[in-house]
Protein backbone atom coordinates (compact mmCIF):
# COMPACT_ATOMS: atom_id res chain seq x y z
CA UNK A 1 0.00 0.00 0.00
CA UNK A 2 1.21 3.60 -0.74
CA UNK A 3 1.96 6.03 1.90
CA UNK A 4 0.41 9.27 0.84
CA UNK A 5 2.82 12.06 0.44
CA UNK A 6 3.86 14.18 3.03
CA UNK A 7 1.71 17.08 3.11
CA UNK A 8 4.20 20.03 3.15
CA UNK A 9 3.76 23.26 4.85
CA UNK A 10 5.00 26.30 4.36
CA UNK A 11 7.42 27.45 6.77
CA UNK A 12 6.57 31.39 8.16
CA UNK A 13 10.34 33.67 8.33
CA UNK A 14 9.79 36.71 10.56
CA UNK A 15 11.92 39.17 9.73
CA UNK A 16 13.46 41.03 12.56
CA UNK A 17 12.82 44.74 11.90
CA UNK A 18 15.76 47.32 11.68
CA UNK A 19 14.81 49.29 14.45
CA UNK A 20 11.86 48.33 17.21
CA UNK A 21 8.99 50.10 17.91
CA UNK A 22 10.39 50.81 21.22
CA UNK A 23 13.63 52.76 20.07
CA UNK A 24 11.86 54.55 17.35
CA UNK A 25 9.22 56.14 20.01
CA UNK A 26 12.64 57.13 22.06
CA UNK A 27 14.71 58.61 19.26
CA UNK A 28 11.29 60.40 18.37
CA UNK A 29 10.61 62.03 21.72
CA UNK A 30 14.69 62.57 22.07
CA UNK A 31 13.92 64.52 18.93
CA UNK A 32 11.58 67.27 20.77
CA UNK A 33 13.46 67.40 23.97
CA UNK A 34 16.68 67.74 22.14
CA UNK A 35 14.40 70.86 20.39
CA UNK A 36 14.46 72.39 23.18
CA UNK A 37 17.94 72.87 24.42
CA UNK A 38 18.86 73.86 20.71
CA UNK A 39 15.84 76.91 20.89
CA UNK A 40 17.08 77.90 24.39
CA UNK A 41 20.75 77.76 22.74
CA UNK A 42 19.56 79.61 19.60
CA UNK A 43 17.69 82.30 21.80
CA UNK A 44 20.66 82.94 23.54
CA UNK A 45 22.88 83.29 20.98
CA UNK A 46 20.83 85.76 18.90
CA UNK A 47 20.69 87.81 22.31
CA UNK A 48 24.73 87.74 22.27
CA UNK A 49 24.95 88.67 18.69
CA UNK A 50 22.66 91.59 19.21
CA UNK A 51 24.25 92.96 22.21
CA UNK A 52 27.90 92.66 20.93
CA UNK A 53 28.13 96.31 20.18
CA UNK A 54 26.76 97.40 23.63
CA UNK A 55 29.31 94.69 25.34
CA UNK A 56 32.10 95.56 23.69
CA UNK A 57 31.90 99.56 24.15
CA UNK A 58 30.63 99.15 27.98
CA UNK A 59 31.55 95.95 29.05
CA UNK A 60 30.74 95.13 33.01
CA UNK A 61 30.02 98.74 33.34
CA UNK A 62 26.65 98.02 31.68
CA UNK A 63 25.59 96.17 34.99
CA UNK A 64 26.22 98.77 37.23
CA UNK A 65 25.88 101.95 35.76
CA UNK A 66 22.95 103.98 36.29
CA UNK A 67 22.54 106.64 33.19
CA UNK A 68 20.16 105.67 30.40
CA UNK A 69 20.56 108.36 28.07
CA UNK A 70 20.23 107.81 24.64
CA UNK A 71 21.08 111.04 23.50
CA UNK A 72 24.41 110.69 24.16
CA UNK A 73 24.68 107.05 23.45
CA UNK A 74 25.33 106.10 27.29
CA UNK A 75 23.48 103.30 28.79
CA UNK A 76 23.36 101.67 32.13
CA UNK A 77 21.01 98.62 33.20
CA UNK A 78 21.39 98.75 37.04
CA UNK A 79 17.60 101.07 37.32
CA UNK A 80 15.66 98.06 35.20
CA UNK A 81 17.52 95.49 37.41
CA UNK A 82 16.50 97.18 40.44
CA UNK A 83 12.75 97.74 39.57
CA UNK A 84 12.32 94.38 38.30
CA UNK A 85 13.63 92.74 41.45
CA UNK A 86 11.98 95.17 43.77
CA UNK A 87 8.62 94.78 42.34
CA UNK A 88 8.72 91.20 41.78
CA UNK A 89 9.68 91.00 45.52
CA UNK A 90 6.97 93.45 46.51
CA UNK A 91 4.84 91.15 44.57
CA UNK A 92 5.70 87.95 46.36
CA UNK A 93 5.52 89.65 49.73
CA UNK A 94 1.98 90.09 49.70
CA UNK A 95 0.73 87.19 46.99
CA UNK A 96 2.67 84.30 48.79
CA UNK A 97 0.78 84.78 52.09
CA UNK A 98 -2.42 85.15 50.48
CA UNK A 99 -2.29 82.91 47.76
CA UNK A 100 -1.28 80.13 49.98
CA UNK A 101 -3.49 81.12 52.54
CA UNK A 102 -6.36 80.77 49.75
CA UNK A 103 -4.68 77.22 49.04
CA UNK A 104 -5.64 75.95 52.49
CA UNK A 105 -8.77 76.88 52.91
CA UNK A 106 -9.99 76.13 49.40
CA UNK A 107 -8.00 72.37 50.10
CA UNK A 108 -8.71 71.38 53.24
CA UNK A 109 -11.34 73.58 54.81
CA UNK A 110 -14.04 74.50 51.99
CA UNK A 111 -16.89 71.95 51.20
CA UNK A 112 -16.13 70.57 47.86
CA UNK A 113 -18.73 72.22 45.69
CA UNK A 114 -17.30 75.54 47.06
CA UNK A 115 -13.53 74.59 46.37
CA UNK A 116 -14.37 73.58 42.95
CA UNK A 117 -16.50 77.20 42.18
CA UNK A 118 -13.79 78.95 43.59
CA UNK A 119 -10.92 77.11 41.98
CA UNK A 120 -12.47 77.24 38.78
CA UNK A 121 -13.10 81.32 39.00
CA UNK A 122 -9.23 81.69 40.07
CA UNK A 123 -8.32 79.90 36.92
CA UNK A 124 -10.44 81.60 34.69
CA UNK A 125 -8.73 85.23 36.60
CA UNK A 126 -5.16 83.23 35.05
CA UNK A 127 -6.16 83.84 31.57
CA UNK A 128 -6.88 87.14 31.90
CA UNK A 129 -4.06 89.01 29.86
CA UNK A 130 -2.06 91.76 31.58
CA UNK A 131 -3.21 94.53 29.43
CA UNK A 132 -6.11 93.82 31.24
CA UNK A 133 -4.83 93.80 34.47
CA UNK A 134 -3.08 97.03 33.10
CA UNK A 135 -6.13 98.75 32.16
CA UNK A 136 -8.12 98.28 35.74
CA UNK A 137 -4.53 99.10 37.63
CA UNK A 138 -4.94 102.89 35.85
CA UNK A 139 -8.97 103.17 36.53
CA UNK A 140 -8.88 101.46 39.74
CA UNK A 141 -5.59 101.08 41.62
CA UNK A 142 -3.97 103.86 40.81
CA UNK A 143 -6.48 106.51 42.02
CA UNK A 144 -6.96 104.50 45.37
CA UNK A 145 -3.32 104.26 45.86
CA UNK A 146 -2.88 108.31 45.11
CA UNK A 147 -5.75 109.42 47.05
CA UNK A 148 -6.03 106.72 50.20
CA UNK A 149 -3.94 104.20 50.63
CA UNK A 150 -0.03 106.03 49.57
CA UNK A 151 -0.98 109.05 52.19
CA UNK A 152 -2.10 106.53 54.77
CA UNK A 153 1.61 105.17 54.72
CA UNK A 154 2.78 108.16 54.43
CA UNK A 155 1.27 109.52 57.85
CA UNK A 156 2.08 106.56 59.43
CA UNK A 157 5.72 106.09 57.72
CA UNK A 158 6.46 109.05 56.31
CA UNK A 159 9.56 109.32 58.46
CA UNK A 160 11.48 106.47 56.83
CA UNK A 161 12.82 106.25 53.46
CA UNK A 162 10.52 103.34 51.84
CA UNK A 163 7.78 105.66 51.96
CA UNK A 164 8.66 109.38 51.70
CA UNK A 165 7.76 111.71 48.65
CA UNK A 166 5.02 112.85 47.02
CA UNK A 167 2.54 110.21 45.90
CA UNK A 168 1.87 109.73 42.42
CA UNK A 169 -0.26 106.83 42.58
CA UNK A 170 2.49 105.21 40.00
CA UNK A 171 5.45 103.49 41.15
CA UNK A 172 7.31 100.61 42.93
CA UNK A 173 4.52 99.69 44.96
CA UNK A 174 1.42 100.04 43.06
CA UNK A 175 3.45 97.67 40.32
CA UNK A 176 4.16 94.96 42.77
CA UNK A 177 0.28 95.18 44.33
CA UNK A 178 -0.99 94.39 40.44
CA UNK A 179 2.15 91.77 39.61
CA UNK A 180 1.20 90.01 43.28
CA UNK A 181 -2.94 90.07 41.88
CA UNK A 182 -1.32 88.59 38.54
CA UNK A 183 0.48 85.66 40.33
CA UNK A 184 -1.91 85.16 43.12
CA UNK A 185 -4.11 82.06 40.25
CA UNK A 186 -0.28 80.60 39.92
CA UNK A 187 0.76 80.32 43.76
CA UNK A 188 -3.22 79.64 44.51
CA UNK A 189 -3.52 76.60 41.63
CA UNK A 190 -0.34 75.26 42.16
CA UNK A 191 -0.64 75.06 46.31
CA UNK A 192 -3.57 73.12 46.11
CA UNK A 193 -2.97 70.81 44.06
CA UNK A 194 0.02 69.79 46.68
CA UNK A 195 -2.03 70.07 49.48
CA UNK A 196 -4.67 67.66 47.73
CA UNK A 197 -1.71 65.16 46.90
CA UNK A 198 -0.98 64.51 50.24
CA UNK A 199 -2.08 61.23 51.45
CA UNK A 200 -5.85 60.99 53.21
CA UNK A 201 -4.10 58.19 55.66
CA UNK A 202 -1.66 61.48 57.19
CA UNK A 203 -5.19 63.46 57.85
CA UNK A 204 -6.89 60.40 59.15
CA UNK A 205 -3.54 59.39 61.40
CA UNK A 206 -3.78 63.09 62.83
CA UNK A 207 -6.98 63.26 63.31
CA UNK A 208 -7.41 59.79 65.09
CA UNK A 209 -4.56 61.33 67.62
CA UNK A 210 -6.94 63.84 68.73
CA UNK A 211 -5.66 66.78 66.33
CA UNK A 212 -7.80 69.27 65.30
CA UNK A 213 -8.74 70.25 62.01
CA UNK A 214 -6.30 73.44 62.06
CA UNK A 215 -3.40 71.19 63.59
CA UNK A 216 -3.53 68.32 61.43
CA UNK A 217 -3.61 70.94 58.23
CA UNK A 218 -0.87 72.90 60.03
CA UNK A 219 1.59 70.16 61.39
CA UNK A 220 0.55 67.48 59.07
CA UNK A 221 -0.68 68.18 55.95
CA UNK A 222 1.85 71.47 54.56
CA UNK A 223 4.88 70.30 55.74
CA UNK A 224 3.98 67.13 53.42
CA UNK A 225 3.44 69.69 50.69
CA UNK A 226 6.13 72.44 51.26
CA UNK A 227 7.90 71.34 48.09
CA UNK A 228 5.12 72.00 45.59
CA UNK A 229 3.97 75.01 47.39
CA UNK A 230 7.67 76.53 47.17
CA UNK A 231 7.43 75.31 43.82
CA UNK A 232 4.25 77.61 43.44
CA UNK A 233 6.02 80.80 45.01
CA UNK A 234 9.20 80.19 41.97
CA UNK A 235 6.32 79.54 39.27
CA UNK A 236 4.57 83.00 40.20
CA UNK A 237 8.09 84.69 40.52
CA UNK A 238 9.18 83.70 37.32
CA UNK A 239 6.14 85.45 36.09
CA UNK A 240 6.36 88.71 38.14
CA UNK A 241 10.08 88.79 36.46
CA UNK A 242 8.57 88.41 33.13
CA UNK A 243 5.29 90.56 32.81
CA UNK A 244 5.30 93.57 30.77
CA UNK A 245 2.14 94.96 30.20
CA UNK A 246 0.92 95.99 33.62
CA UNK A 247 4.13 97.20 34.59
CA UNK A 248 4.73 99.64 32.29
CA UNK A 249 1.49 101.29 33.00
CA UNK A 250 1.55 101.65 36.55
CA UNK A 251 5.34 102.10 37.38
CA UNK A 252 6.08 105.22 35.83
CA UNK A 253 8.75 104.24 33.49
CA UNK A 254 11.44 106.67 35.37
CA UNK A 255 15.49 104.96 34.40
CA UNK A 256 16.44 105.95 37.95
CA UNK A 257 16.90 104.09 40.97
CA UNK A 258 14.69 105.40 44.25
CA UNK A 259 14.47 104.40 47.81
CA UNK A 260 11.28 105.14 48.12
CA UNK A 261 8.89 102.62 47.02
CA UNK A 262 6.15 105.48 46.24
CA UNK A 263 8.45 106.76 43.76
CA UNK A 264 8.07 106.11 39.62
CA UNK A 265 10.89 103.42 38.34
CA UNK A 266 10.93 101.09 35.38
CA UNK A 267 11.48 97.56 34.46
CA UNK A 268 13.63 95.47 32.23
CA UNK A 269 10.67 93.66 29.99
CA UNK A 270 8.77 97.61 30.70
CA UNK A 271 11.88 99.59 28.72
CA UNK A 272 12.31 97.27 26.01
CA UNK A 273 8.13 97.09 25.29
CA UNK A 274 8.51 101.20 25.25
CA UNK A 275 11.87 101.57 23.51
CA UNK A 276 12.63 99.02 21.32
CA UNK A 277 10.22 100.41 18.45
CA UNK A 278 11.98 103.90 18.41
CA UNK A 279 15.84 102.50 19.07
CA UNK A 280 17.24 104.02 15.88
CA UNK A 281 20.94 104.10 16.66
CA UNK A 282 22.57 101.00 16.70
CA UNK A 283 23.82 101.25 20.09
CA UNK A 284 20.67 101.92 21.22
CA UNK A 285 19.08 98.61 19.95
CA UNK A 286 22.02 96.68 21.00
CA UNK A 287 21.89 97.86 24.92
CA UNK A 288 18.30 97.01 24.95
CA UNK A 289 19.02 93.54 23.55
CA UNK A 290 21.76 93.23 26.46
CA UNK A 291 19.29 94.03 28.62
CA UNK A 292 16.97 91.38 27.59
CA UNK A 293 20.14 89.04 27.55
CA UNK A 294 20.33 90.08 31.28
CA UNK A 295 16.49 89.63 31.81
CA UNK A 296 16.92 85.64 30.37
CA UNK A 297 20.26 85.26 32.62
CA UNK A 298 18.59 86.81 35.57
CA UNK A 299 15.64 84.54 35.32
CA UNK A 300 17.62 81.50 34.83
CA UNK A 301 19.72 82.37 37.97
CA UNK A 302 16.72 82.65 40.12
CA UNK A 303 15.07 79.19 38.53
CA UNK A 304 18.57 77.67 39.29
CA UNK A 305 18.57 78.53 42.75
CA UNK A 306 14.86 77.65 43.03
CA UNK A 307 15.66 74.37 41.73
CA UNK A 308 18.61 73.45 44.03
CA UNK A 309 16.19 74.94 47.11
CA UNK A 310 14.00 71.82 46.17
CA UNK A 311 16.78 69.45 45.74
CA UNK A 312 18.40 70.54 48.82
CA UNK A 313 15.19 70.40 51.25
CA UNK A 314 13.94 66.69 49.56
CA UNK A 315 17.48 65.76 50.94
CA UNK A 316 17.13 66.92 54.20
CA UNK A 317 13.28 65.32 54.12
CA UNK A 318 14.94 62.13 52.81
CA UNK A 319 18.23 62.11 56.04
CA UNK A 320 15.45 63.27 58.62
CA UNK A 321 13.24 59.63 56.91
Do not use: C
Request: net charge neutral; proline share 6%.
Amino acid sequence: MATPAAVVRPTRTLRKPLISGDELAKAFTFFFAALIIVVTFALVWQLWIGSSPAKEKFGFRFLTSSLWNPVTDEYGALPFIYGTLLTSFLALLISVPLGVGAAIYLSELASPRLSNTLTFLVELLAAVPSVIFGLIAIFSLVPLMRDYIEPALQNAFGSTPLFSGPAFGVGYLTAGMILAVMTFPFIISVSREALMAVPREQREAALALGATKWESTWQIVLPFAKLGILGSVFLGLARALGETMAVTMVIGNDPAIHASLLAPGYTIAAVIANEFTEASGKMYSSALVELGLVLFALTMLINGVAQLMIVLTTKKGSAKA
